[in-house]
């Protein structure tokens, strides 16, 4: 009876022979056999939320699978909370959209949203995995060598390098009969470092570690220069600036020496929250004058000089070692976080020397 009744209502059913009619049936069918799978990967700059779901609401939408409008807030919601749970994480979190088609006859896409972070120290490694070396130049920095050359026979001098790298700077330092310790955040740098001291015997201490780190603590007024090139770049914030230089004033002895590497904006330039974020997934960390005014207020500090590294570097460096890597140009000038061939950033990377009183 239920099959009669099926047939008869089917029979009872306007027949169609319409071309278009039976195409868009067709093409039903095949929609439904389609399926779609992939992952869309996004830096964590919570200042881009707008921009990402517009990109993957177009994505959607060329699947022939449109996001439901009351599923939208619903996502921005979550991509907000993950863009800012991993921007809190690392500057290196990427937020990972992974889609697939669901099964027929439900229609659609199947969303999930994860954080992948890594470590600062998990990047180098990569560099040192993927680049060859040197990968921060084969010369150390003119104004650290002038610098140290002002104060002295190089027996009694005692140096702090932070942010060692792979020697890039300590080496050349050492070899002229300076005492270097050198602090170096990841561990395969440090590694490197510490064999290549190790072969040449020179007078060199390496700690692995985080110059920020409560646990990592050097000899109160030992040294008459500390160094940090391409250091406060990494940092988060100012705080973190002002727990890095009241660190140094501590180890340093006094009348010694600090000479440090920061992006500053140039003149009154206020960055916003975006350029911040993007800034620091650049290793470009920008600060204004201000900012570093505050971070030096009441630490037993004076600047004695202030230069753009770009030119000083260009200027005094070796016939033939400028620049000092491929990227260091466009990095140094802030051409990383505003990538412009025709016109100049508003930020640049500082010599900043001071004294300790």
């Not at 609401?57 to 800012?84: G, I, M, N």
């Not at 060199?204 to 008459?224: H, I, S």
């Amino acid at each position: 009876m239920g099959a009669e009744s099926t047939i008869n209502q089917n029979e009872q059913l306007p027949l169609v022979v319409n071309p278009d009619i039976l195409q868009q049936a067709i093409l039903y069918k095949i929609n439904t056999r389609i399926t779609a799978r992939g992952e869309l990967a996004f830096p964590c700059v919570p200042g881009m939320l707008n921009y990402y779901l517009q990109s993957i609401e177009k994505l959607f939408s060329t699947l022939d699978r449109p996001l439901p409008e009351d599923r939208k807030d619903e996502l921005r919601k979550l991509l907000a909370t993950k863009l800012e749970l991993g921007y809190q994480s690392s500057t290196a979190s990427m937020l990972i959209l992974q889609y697939e088609s669901v099964q027929p006859p439900q229609t659609g896409l199947a969303c999930k949203v994860i954080v992948a972070s890594s470590t600062v120290g998990e990047q180098y490694k990569s560099w040192v995995d993927t680049r060859e070396p040197p990968l921060f130049g084969s010369y150390p920095d003119a104004k650290l060598m002038a610098t140290a050359a002002k104060l002295g026979s190089p027996e009694r001098v005692r140096i702090l390098d932070v942010g060692a790298g792979t020697g890039r700077n300590t080496l050349p330092l050492a070899r002229l009969g300076y005492s270097v310790d050198a602090i170096e955040l990841a561990p395969a740098f440090a590694e490197q470092l510490q064999t290549a001291v190790t072969a040449e015997n020179l007078p060199v201490t390496v700690t692995q570690g985080d110059v920020l780190d409560p646990l990592v603590r050097m000899k109160p007024a030992r040294y008459q220069l500390a160094v940090a090139a391409e250091v406060i770049s990494h940092f988060r914030d100012s705080d973190e600036v002002r727990l890095f230089l009241a660190k140094m004033c501590d180890s340093l002895c006094p009348g010694g020496l600090l000479l440090f590497s920061t992006f500053l904006a140039v003149g009154d330039y206020q960055p916003d929250a975006l350029v911040r974020q993007v800034a620091q997934l650049s290793w470009s960390t920008l600060f204004t004058r201000q900012e570093l005014a505050v971070a030096m207020e009441g630490l037993p500090l004076v600047q004695i000089s202030d230069e753009l590294v770009f030119e000083y570097e260009r200027d005094h460096l070796p016939q033939g070692a400028w620049p000092p890597t491929p990227w260091f140009s466009s990095w140094a000038t802030g051409r990383d976080v505003f990538p412009m061939t025709n016109a100049r950033p508003p930020m640049e990377l500082r010599w900043i020397l001071c004294q300790r009183s």
